[in-house]
């Protein structure tokens, strides 16, 4: 199959590729975008990359802080078109009824334009110049650029959904866009499940690509002044992202405390992240607050274990760092995409309650020789299947045969 | 190395958990640590994760279609010409003014609605705790009474003599 009116090209001799996203640039925070770039960037090494996008760099107010039109970032060609501010109140409104899943389906189109940015000079561009590229990506299925894009160049569309389950998936106005795109890029099989079960019919041709790490070079002497800098001493668990209890955190505390008092002699927990909500107090518990990425290295690099309790992710580049440090993981079983990365990678435990969550960690701290070989069998599985040259080369056979015909 | 050497170490995670998960069936058999509360927690946290699917029991037994607590605002009017004016009204001039109480009851109903669900949830798992040892009383009464049966049967019976 090759896109209407264009005969089979070769991805060999590059192709013209754009790249629809939210939220684009050097500094701007968040998993998706993040994972954008680091595509983009690489995909230009060998073709022609123009990045659609907003002038937004605040995914909550879309205040429109870049300039409009053509820039040159790096290897790509960035278009920023203008967005309008988002409208607190309406949005509230409609966001509202998304989470509380009362949505009426005649009403989700509305959510969807008030998600945001609203771009529509990115949608006429579209209309007129995208039969010039011979594929255009889509990143994340919930944001105005690409739910309202992707329907324009739907027969040379590759949407990379970035899904997780929570109330947006549900909404029932995707079981008939989830159907529209030419094929997908997804960061998890389990994620690739939970989009199939939303699509009306079969799902396009897909490919799980994750996303890429560079390998760690570990500076020992560093790491060991930076935990000293920090005041840490001696083997810790780590808990590494925002503290918050949307991201299991409360659950996660409730278990640690319950491990303390189950065990004679246990393991600190140290968490790195902004807080949000109260951390418990506890001699075991060193909360660090906002961690620089070369102490984020360090403290991975020292860590007996990672603690993972998310109980929603689409794909968890921590527990991919920790492996990258040969660190063991242990996870919330009831994430489906967790409990799958770990079980594939034999690269730690996990957990479905709390007993479940006292035993676990240990067993991992009790016992440093098996613990430390799931640490290396994560590190291996990331070579395997988190090295950006395989990502890439999965990226490029999927181009190969969906856009260019092979 | 070859790769029967490396697979031969690998250290699997299903088995770890096997056997963590069969530690921690022993210690329960044997009535260490049982922690009452567990299979509600579990139960609630299941629900709270599900809450798209969950419909309690109740509310359907009290034939209440519309149990759930609902934040979220809807602006709607019946009246065919004025109708759009008054929608327009209440979401461009009304709403933006009363915003900020809006915002702090629907953050304490969105609370209440997780406690109303965990409520039911509780109530429900008691519900069906109590119906199922009910009937396991009932089997074992009806075990007692055959059994204590079987006995008068024989205590009845006339006493054999032998000649």
Redesign the interface.
């Given at each position: 199959m090759t896109p209407r009116n264009r005969r089979p090209r070769s991805v060999d001799k590059g192709l013209n590729l754009a790249v629809v996203v939210q939220r684009y640039g050097e500094g701007v925070v968040g998993g998706s975008e993040e994972h954008c770039r680091a595509i983009a960037e690489r995909l230009a090494e060998k073709h022609r990359v123009t990045v659609l996008t907003s002038r937004a760099r605040d995914y909550v107010s879309w205040k429109p802080e870049c300039k409009a039109g053509e820039s040159r970032e790096g290897p790509v060609l960035v278009r920023r078109f203008s967005n309008r501010r988002r409208r607190r109140t309406r949005w509230f409104e409609i966001n509202e009824m998304m989470l509380s899943e009362d949505i009426l389906p005649e009403e989700e189109e509305t959510w969807f334009r008030e998600n945001g940015p609203r771009t529509p000079g990115l949608l006429e561009y579209l209309e007129t110049h995208g039969g010039d590229y011979d594929a255009v990506f889509f990143w994340t299925y919930r944001y105005f650029p690409s739910y309202f894009g992707l329907p324009l160049v739907a027969d040379r569309a590759i949407l990379v959904p970035t899904a997780e389950d929570d109330p947006a998936i549900r909404l029932s106005s995707l079981r008939s866009f989830f159907a529209l795109p030419r094929g997908y890029l997804f960061l998890t099989p389990e994620e690739r499940d939970l989009v199939s079960g939303r699509v009306d019919g079969a799902l396009a041709p897909s490919e799980v690509i994750g996303s890429g790490l560079d390998p760690v070079s570990e500076d020992v002497e560093d790491s060991a002044a930076i935990l000293d800098r920090l005041g840490i001493e001696g083997a810790f668990a780590l808990y590494i992202g925002r503290v918050d209890p949307n991201k299991g955190c409360a659950a996660m505390f409730w278990n640690y405390l319950r491990y303390l008092s189950a065990t004679k002699s246990p393991i600190p927990l140290v968490v790195a992240g902004r807080s949000v909500m109260d951390i418990p107090q506890s001699s075991y518990i060193h909360a660090l607050g906002y961690v620089s990425d070369e102490e984020r290295e360090a403290l991975l690099s020292r860590a007996r274990l990672l603690i993972m309790p998310s109980p929603y992710e689409s794909l968890s580049i921590a527990l991919l760092e920790a492996w990258n440090h040969a660190r063991p993981a242990l996870v919330n079983g009831r994430c489906k995409v967790l409990k799958g990365q770990v079980r594939r990678a034999n690269g730690g435990l996990y957990y479905e309650n709390p007993d479940e969550f006292v035993e676990t960690l240990s067993y991992l701290v009790e016992n440093p020789e098996t613990a430390q070989a799931l640490g290396r069998q994560g590190l291996h599985y990331v070579e395997q299947n988190y090295r950006w040259p395989v990502v890439m080369q999965k990226v490029e056979d999927f181009l190969q045969q969906t856009v260019a015909g092979g | 190395m070859n790769t029967a050497d490396s697979a031969a170490?690998?250290?699997?995670?299903?088995e770890?958990?096997v056997s963590?998960?069969q530690?921690?069936r022993r210690r329960h058999l044997a009535g260490i640590?049982v922690?009452p509360l567990?299979s509600a927690?579990?139960q609630l946290?299941?629900a709270f994760?599900s809450?798209?699917g969950y419909r309690p029991l109740i509310a359907e037994l009290i034939n209440e279609g519309d149990w759930?607590i609902?934040?979220?605002?809807?602006f709607r009017s019946d009246r065919p010409v004025v109708g759009e004016i008054l929608i327009f009204i209440k979401?461009r001039i009304v709403?933006?003014v009363v915003?900020w109480l809006y915002?702090y009851c629907?953050e304490n109903f969105?609370v209440q609605?997780r406690v109303n669900t965990g409520l039911m949830v509780l109530i429900e798992t008691l519900a069906q705790e109590n119906a199922r040892l009910r009937l396991d009383m009932e089997k074992v009464l009806g075990l007692l009474g055959s059994r204590s049966g079987e006995t008068n049967d024989t205590q009845e019976s006339p006493p054999q003599i032998r000649g």
């Open positions: - | 170490k690998t250290v699997s995670t299903e770890l958990m963590i998960r530690n921690i640590e922690n567990e927690r579990s946290e299941a994760e809450t798209s759930r609902r934040p979220a605002i809807r979401r709403f933006p915003y915002e629907s969105r609605r």
